[in-house]
């Protein structure tokens, strides 16, 4: 079992090791995202139309 002097002691020195990201490289991260979600969210709408349709036909609900 670990001391737990000595098991802070290990976590403030890996907590000194984070690097937290910049300022710029948050704002650009959280635009990829924000695109990215953008993006799946058209394609799945697309995706959705196209099988309503097609489910439509199928049935015989027509155009």
Sequence with gaps: M???FTFIQ??????KKITWPSRR???VT???VIAMV???????????????????IVIGGGF
């Design 2 to 4: 670990v001391n737990p």
């Design 38 to 56: 953008l993006l799946a969210s058209l394609f799945f709408v697309l995706v959705d139309s196209v099988l309503r349709f097609i489910v439509k």
């Design 25 to 27: 490289e948050t704002m």
């Design 30 to 32: 959280t635009g990829l």
């Design 10 to 15: 290990e976590v403030r020195a890996e907590a």
